[in-house]
């Protein structure tokens, strides 16, 4: 079963060498499911959070942009996969031509995938599988995304 998720926020964890690790926190079932992502990464999800707009368009603005020019629309975003510790997305697409649509799924890295849904309001997809392997309950988690 898929879970529709809202993006938290970006939390600051502490590595195993005492760096920052930053991480896009999501929510599904009622539990959170962090991403481990890079600082790029990091402000390219947070820009989107905020819909601050830059004089120039930046890179997952300007996907978004060329995608809408083609006739095309982003539908959704899974998260689908684990492995390693690493986890894998998909970007559901479509595309209308006289008046049929053509589906396309493209795969994609997590926050990339997260950074156009931000941007899009499409939604984001967890599968049980995925919150089953690495969800985590809010209580272990020391922080408050309402403040």
Do not use: W
Request: aromatic share 8%; glycine share 8%; charged share 25%.
């Amino acid at each position: 079963m898929q879970h529709r998720a809202e993006v938290r926020g970006i939390g600051i964890g502490v590595g195993d060498d005492g760096s920052n690790v930053p991480a896009v926190i999501l929510e599904a079932r009622e539990e959170y499911l962090p991403i481990v992502i890079t600082t790029d990464q990091a402000q390219a999800i947070q820009l989107g959070l905020t819909g601050e707009q830059f004089e120039r368009p930046l890179t997952h603005d300007l996907l978004v942009e060329m995608v809408t020019e083609f006739g095309g629309a982003i539908d959704s975003i899974r998260i689908d996969d684990l492995s390693g510790g690493t986890f894998f997305a998909k970007v559901d697409a479509e595309r209308y031509s006289n008046g049929e649509a053509f589906v396309f799924t493209f795969d994609a890295r997590p926050s990339d995938a997260i950074a156009l849904a931000v941007r899009v309001d499409c939604p984001i997809l967890i599968s049980d599988e995925i919150l089953d392997a690495a969800g985590r309950s809010p209580t272990t988690f020391d922080i408050d995304f309402d403040q």
